[in-house]
């Protein structure tokens, strides 16, 4: 589980969060969502222990998988040697990885479906496939909670699909606490089951399933944009919500 | 899927252990092969099958008498100077390749703390008091040693030091060292004390003993296997603050202890050979380019090759001409333009990829 | 602060008041500081000549009386010497200076061209022994002129200027005899007979090692005392060929330099009779 708990953070006398509480119990999957400069990436680096908090508390695990949005590039190792460095708590200052960490490891790329990058130099993989790797390291910590910065910001909407499924696919066994951030609300209603809306004007923040939080109302107001959610059919006849904005002043139909 | 990914990637996996192995190999035979061949060299003439079977000698019965020339001078003019020639070069691109790594930036070299520069004020106020033997080399160390935590004293703000702060703060330390070391220069005595602090400084093995090798060797070994064993710890610390963090580093304070091994290892190499440039620099980096950059392989590599090189270097100061050429003179001469073809290599394969 | 030297020999029993002439009138470099200087309202003040104009300009600049001078040569030293007994009002004085060193030196070559070149020992003169070893090549040192004067043959001759050097290459040179700088007030004999290496050459073998005297000056460099330098040197290099009564000359040279009665203990200082009277050849030295 992680979370925050009335936690503020003030950059001089800007409040840049305030009075914040949510939680992820095991099993969960939250999205922060909101456009730049609400706080998000703060609220991920105070949940993370990044950022010092002026009030409340951090309730976190002692290690977190974290998800960077790029990750270090400028050392050249493979991308096994970054992954087992997931394994790095558990060996404290001195400690070596040893074969049963490189064989966690391997297991953690598949898992996030980077096996066939194991031998390949981290900083010769592309954006998208830097982020299976970091995400198969976040894995290898064993941590029960993964952090993602940003995941699909950086990807064009082939590969948004994919990191979904694959968010999707961590979901499914309900051993983890997810937690990402995100500009799009889809990919809250596709991959989240709760949704923590960065409201804008000093309101505080919502908080709540994406069921409730989703809705045009206030996408409209945390946006500044006319949102409409549709419901779409599936292939086996379920029904999916997406949101759509209605740019130019046009309200969608 | 993952039967066949386990199947692509073993050769894989086989071919990068094989080509590390194969390059380690190469290294340790290049230093093999200078040690002895160094401790065959020099000014007086020993027959090399002479001076083979002296080295032999001296490890099989190292407590016997030594009475003729030959091997004296082998036994203890060379062989220590050689010794602590590995021992500073393997020390000096240790130091370097683990700072480069701490630092994220290739271009650092363990000047950059002060350690060199705090080093030489406390040896240039020690000749200059007309300190001798042990105590100078102790009062070069404990300056060092000052000038580091006098960096983290002023690099630390707000409980934490940023790693630019920590280099600029360096840099003001080197400075007002050096500015110091001037004065000293300036007020020492221009007959006695005066050459020697400026000889000094250039950096040598000239005046090895095994006495001065011993007096060295416990802080270059000692600071050298301490940083060796982090060497997997090293790969995090390279990482962005961040995720170095999210991986459990507490990288404030590790960063710290490397900087304070470091002190150990340059500190202790100062006292007894001066200042010398270019090894933590050149070394640290043409291991990279031959096993990359994991600090588990990069550690080793960057040992044995600045091992070596001090060694071939100082081979040439002292046996090129009758006269000693100062180490600075050699190691700048042969590494700025190594470094500056490794640096071309390194952005033309960049750029190429 | 700054003193000339760690060590100011029997300058400063002659005259004590030598001990507290100025030193910080320059800095390392020579470059004077003009105000330093000035406030000691020197009548004239004399500079290295040949380094420059830039050290010489702020003393001339201020008004002051500059004499330049030339160093390194027995001829630019009887120069020099010349041209300050002029300056100093007392032309009269250098004449007999100047004969005597005419005189030494001439006799010295009379008796030497006999030696023949077989005859010569190997010398190798220490510029500075303790922080690192540094010795002189031929071209340009006056201490090797005067080895070779004496009869004595440079062992360094093929360095060009003063150089560092390490111990093998002395092992290599195996110096009959070595004579050690009056520099570095530390260094004395023993430095070679305890070094592993230094102890098994032939000069240290036959103990033929000397340290440089320290009388008004040192004798290693060209000084008013040269002379009494030279007769040293060779009477230990060829003992068999000079024998100087060196205690009679010494007395006679302080007496006309100084104006002062040197004693017999003043002399045992000088020549360090303590430290080096195991030396070969250096019991002829001892007072009568």
Redesign the interface.
């Known amino acids: 589980m992680i979370g925050l708990e009335g936690a503020t953070v003030r950059f001089g006398s800007r409040i840049i969060i305030e009075a914040l509480s949510f939680s992820v119990p095991v099993g969960r999957t939250l999205a922060i969502l909101g456009p730049n400069g609400r706080g998000k990436t703060t609220t991920l680096k105070a949940m993370l222990g990044f950022q010092q908090l002026d009030a409340g508390r951090r309730v976190a695990p002692d290690i977190v998988g974290y998800v960077p949005q790029t990750g270090t590039s400028n050392q050249r190792y493979r991308a096994l040697d970054v992954v087992v460095m997931g394994r790095a708590a558990h060996l404290g200052i001195f400690g070596q990885p040893g074969p049963e960490d490189f064989r966690i490891a391997r297991s953690a790329l598949e898992r996030a479906g980077a096996a066939r990058f194991t031998d390949h130099y981290f900083d010769r993989l592309s954006g998208g496939e830097r982020q299976l790797v970091l995400l198969a390291r976040a894995i290898a910590t064993g941590s029960q909670v993964l952090v993602l910065d940003e995941p699909a910001a950086a990807l064009d909407l082939h590969n948004q699909e994919r990191l979904l499924t694959l968010l999707n696919t961590l979901r499914h066994p309900r051993d983890k606490a997810i937690v990402f951030t995100t500009h799009d609300p889809n990919h809250a209603l596709s991959s989240a089951d709760d949704a923590l809306l960065m409201m804008p004007d000093g309101q505080p923040p919502l908080f709540g399933p994406v069921a409730e939080t989703i809705t045009p109302e206030h996408l409209e107001s945390l946006y500044g944009v006319p949102m409409r959610v549709v419901e779409l059919a599936g292939p086996s006849g379920e029904t999916h919500r997406a949101v759509l904005p209605a740019f130019a002043g046009i309200r969608a139909a | 899927m993952a039967a066949l990914t386990e199947d692509e990637a073993a050769p894989m996996v086989r071919s990068h252990l094989a080509r590390q192995a194969l390059v380690f190999a190469a290294l340790l035979a290049l230093f093999a092969v200078a040690f002895v061949v160094s401790l065959c060299v020099g000014r007086f003439s020993v027959p090399a099958s002479r001076a083979l079977e002296l080295i032999w000698l001296g490890v099989t019965d190292p407590w016997r008498e030594l009475t003729t020339i030959e091997e004296r001078i082998v036994l203890l003019v060379r062989a220590p100077r050689v010794v602590l020639a590995a021992l500073a070069g393997a020390g000096l691109a240790l130091s370097g390749a683990a700072l480069q790594g701490v630092f994220r930036n290739p271009l650092v070299s363990p000047d950059i703390l002060g350690i060199s520069q705090g080093a030489a004020f406390g040896g240039a106020l020690g000749i200059m008091l007309g300190i001798w033997g042990f105590p100078l080399i102790a009062m070069v160390f404990i300056s060092g040693m000052a000038a580091v935590i006098l960096v983290g004293l002023i690099a630390r703000v707000n409980g934490r030091s940023e790693t630019i702060t920590v280099i600029l703060s360096g840099l003001v330390v080197s400075s007002m060292f050096s500015a110091v070391v001037s004065l000293l220069q300036f007020v020492a005595d221009p007959n006695t004390s005066l050459p020697a602090i400026v000889y000094w400084l250039m950096g040598s093995f000239a005046t090895a003993t095994w006495e001065r090798t011993l007096i060295a060797a416990p802080g270059l070994i000692i600071g050298g296997v301490l940083l060796w064993m982090l060497r997997f710890r090293l790969n995090i610390l390279s990482l962005d603050e961040a995720e170095a963090q999210s991986l459990g580093a507490r990288t404030n304070r590790e960063r710290w202890l490397v900087f304070g091994l470091i002190a150990v290892i340059v500190g202790s190499q100062v006292a007894v050979s001066g200042i010398i440039g270019w090894i933590g620099i050149v070394i640290p980096h043409a291991s990279r380019l031959l096993v990359g950059h994991d600090h588990r392989a990069l550690l080793p590599a960057s040992v044995v090759l600045g091992a070596g090189f001090m060694v071939i270097i100082d081979t040439l100061a002292r046996t090129a001409t009758a006269a000693e050429i100062p180490l600075g003179v050699i190691t700048a001469l042969v590494g700025a333009p190594i470094f500056a073809m490794l640096l071309r290599n390194h952005y033309r394969e960049r750029n190429g990829s | 602060?700054?003193?000339p030297?760690?060590q100011v020999g029997i300058l400063s029993k002659i005259f004590p008041e030598t001990k507290d002439i100025p030193s910080d009138v320059t800095?390392?470099n020579f470059v004077p500081n003009i105000e330093a200087l000035t406030a000691t309202n020197p009548d004239l003040v004399i500079q290295w000549g040949g380094r420059g104009n830039d050290i010489v300009a702020p003393i001339t600049n201020a008004g002051l009386n500059a004499m330049l001078i030339l160093y390194g040569t027995e001829q630019l030293t009887r120069d020099y010497m010349t041209m300050t007994s002029k300056a100093i009002g007392k032309p009269e004085r250098i004449k007999e200076l100047v004969e005597w060193r005419d005189r030494v030196q001439k006799d010295i070559e009379a008796k030497a061209k006999a030696i023949p070149q077989d005859k010569k020992p190997t010398t190798l003169y220490i510029a500075?022994a303790?922080?690192?070893?540094?010795t002189t090549g031929t071209k340009g040192s006056y201490n090797a002129w005067y080895m070779e004067l004496v009869g004595g043959r440079n062992a360094?001759a093929?360095?060009?200027g003063t150089?560092?050097?390490?111990?093998?290459?002395i092992?290599?040179w195996d110096p009959e005899i070595i004579f050690l700088n009056a520099?570095?007030?530390?260094l004395n004999v023993d430095w070679v007979y305890n070094d592993?290496?230094l102890s098994?050459t032939k000069a240290a073998r036959n103990k033929r090692v000397y340290k440089m005297p320290l009388g008004g000056y040192r004798w290693d460099p060209p000084n008013q005392e040269s002379p009494l330098a030279w007769m040293w040197t060779a009477n230990v290099t060829q003992p068999d060929v000079f024998k100087y009564d060196l205690r009679a000359e010494m007395k006679t040279a302080y007496k006309t330099l100084y104006n002062y009665d040197i004693t017999d203990a003043d002399i045992d200082g000088i020549l360090w009779m303590k430290e080096q009277s195991g030396s070969a050849n250096y019991a002829q030295f001892k007072a009568k």
């Open positions: 602060m700054r003193r030297s760690d800095a390392p500075r303790l922080t690192e070893i540094a360094s093929e360095l060009n150089v560092t050097i390490n111990k093998e290459q092992a290599q520099f570095e007030a530390r592993p290496i098994l």
